[in-house]
């Protein structure tokens, strides 16, 4: 991100500060064969930079890295997070960021409809790349009636 007090074009400095980080990318796709390309966008907006990018590269899936936290109260997931979840017009995956490797066992909360089916093939793909399970759980009241317990086991079961 560029200050808004400088113009974009004076982007030598932010782009070699970057460069580092598109690096380390590129060596992590080429150790699982992803084929990558990169790019640097200089702009004052990252939330408005990542969602222009997003659909001129005509995108399916947005993977957005998340330290877990926010500085505040106006923001669930952060500033930039925020705006490019509710404005994307494609997948978004959220990922907290960890110094552990690729996931193996991953537990998929769903309560059925269309986007959970999503979400349920993405982790599938994921835990599969890994040889790993996927556990799909979802939540009933604890005075939920026994027909509610049964349709919803039943529905994981076919999931």
């Given at each position: 991100m560029v200050p808004e007090q400088l113009p974009p074009r004076l982007e030598s400095f932010y782009v070699e500060r970057e460069r580092a980080i598109l690096d380390a990318a590129r060596?992590?796709?080429?150790k699982h064969d992803v084929p990558m390309?990169?790019?640097?966008?200089?702009?004052?907006n990252p939330a408005r930079a990542i969602l222009e990018?997003?659909?001129?590269?005509?995108?399916?899936l947005m993977v957005l890295?998340?330290?877990?936290?926010?500085?505040?109260?106006?923001?669930?997931l952060g500033e930039v997070t925020d705006a490019v979840v509710l404005n994307a017009r494609t997948d978004i995956m959220l990922?907290?960021?960890?110094?552990?490797?690729?996931?193996?066992?991953?537990l998929l909360p769903t309560h059925g409809g269309v986007h959970a089916q999503q979400a349920e093939n993405?982790?599938?793909?994921?835990?599969?790349?890994?040889n790993g399970a996927v556990t799909l759980c979802t939540i009933v009241p604890v005075d939920a009636q026994e027909e509610l317990i049964q349709s919803e086991n039943e529905r994981l079961n076919a999931a």
């Open positions: 060596r992590r796709g080429r390309t990169s790019l640097v966008r200089i702009g004052h990018t997003s659909r001129e590269r005509e995108c399916d890295g998340w330290k877990g936290h926010t500085s505040t109260a106006r923001h669930i990922v907290k960021l960890t110094d552990e490797p690729l996931p193996k066992r991953l993405y982790a599938a793909e994921i835990a599969g790349s890994q």
